[in-house]
């Protein structure tokens, strides 16, 4: 079959690779679309810790082909997509609910073979039906679900304020996820104009261009009750207490590459009693996630802006590294 392979950091091929085998409890999927992900360029660049040579891709969606003899629920000809994680189930993270803290914490396209290839076999139990969602909607299940963890993790009440660091995929569907939430307010602050204009189409209430003027802008304006970023830039994620209210709270959401350093100012933690969450990864998001979209709430459609063939992936990675595009698509067979 054909596929993206990561053989060393810098160095992605379209190649030829072996066919998967499907195992006793396992299910092979005829990959349809699947999202580009900022974790994916990260790897790709070598700044995230993945198992080399991997075929890439977390997200994605399509149609199940073949199933193991143990298989029991699912079927061939399924319209599916697959949460990525495979913890050990074992560990004492694991038999807590904290699966993402596994110590054996394995994810397709991370540390298993992934999506960016005809061909993906992953197990039964991480198998979702989509039913008659599209198959782009489908690939868009795994980012909402990681942004609908990152909601349990920080909260967010009726009324309140928030601003987001990032106007791209991440940041859109954040921004939904917290109107959903009963957030009265919302910005969005990014480099580029037309980012904050497609965010305002999609109800974000104000937007700011993010610049050295910003804290002061925000100061007169009035702080926010929960900052987020959606960057994943180290200099935006400094900055994110200068714009959070006392006593308010900051999510970090977007992936820094690993080792990265900040400066943080503990008085300042302590004096204004600042909260500051991680969130990692998802938890039992993926039914929440495909019943938001089958029931119209999130529209996730809205944040893809480029639709490429599998092979075109070198575009598609300088496209993503520019900053300038929403989520990208790639599509092994058809063009969606
Ligand atoms: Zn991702
Ligand atoms: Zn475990």
Not at 12 to 40: H, R, W
């Amino acid at each position: 079959m054909e596929a993206v392979v990561i053989k060393s950091p810098g160095k992605a091929e379209f190649t030829q690779v072996e066919d998967p085998s499907v195992g006793p409890q396992e299910v092979a999927i005829a990959v349809k679309a699947a999202g580009l992900c900022g974790t994916d360029l990260h790897i790709y660049q070598g700044e995230f810790p993945a198992s080399l040579p991997l075929i890439p891709g977390h997200e994605f969606a399509g149609e199940v082909i073949e199933i193991g003899p143990e298989v029991t629920t699912v079927s061939v000809g399924d319209r599916v997509t697959v949460d990525p994680t495979v913890p050990c189930r074992r560990c004492p993270f694991c038999k807590s609910h904290k699966e993402h803290f596994c110590r054996q914490f394995k994810a397709y396209g991370v540390s298993l073979p992934g999506g960016f290839a005809q061909k993906v076999v992953v197990k039964e139990e991480n198998v979702y039906s989509i039913g008659g969602l599209s198959y782009e909607q489908g690939a868009l299940i795994e980012p909402l679900a990681c942004v609908l963890h990152g909601m349990e993790i920080v909260g967010v009440d009726p009324g309140e304020e928030v601003l987001i660091f990032g106007a791209g995929p991440i940041g859109l569907l954040l921004a939904q996820a917290c109107k959903i939430k009963g957030a009265s307010i919302l910005a969005a602050a990014d480099l580029f104009q037309e980012k904050l204009d497609f965010a305002q189409s999609l109800g974000v209430d104000e937007t700011f261009c993010n610049s050295p003027a910003l804290p002061k802008q925000v100061a007169e304006r009035g702080k926010f009750d929960l900052v987020i970023d959606a960057t994943g830039i180290p200099q935006v994620v400094e900055a994110l207490p200068k714009y959070v209210k006392d006593g308010g709270r900051v999510l970090y959401f977007g992936v820094c590459p690993q080792g990265t350093q900040i400066n943080l100012d503990p008085f300042d933690v302590y004096r204004r009693e600042l909260k500051i969450f991680g969130t990692f990864s998802l938890l039992a998001n993926f039914l929440p996630a495909i019943s938001l979209v089958k029931k119209g709430r999130m529209n996730v459609e809205a944040v893809i802006s480029h639709k490429l063939a599998l092979s075109e992936i070198k575009q598609a990675l300088e496209l993503m590294r520019d900053r300038d595009s929403r989520k990208i698509l790639l599509f092994p067979g058809e063009l969606g």
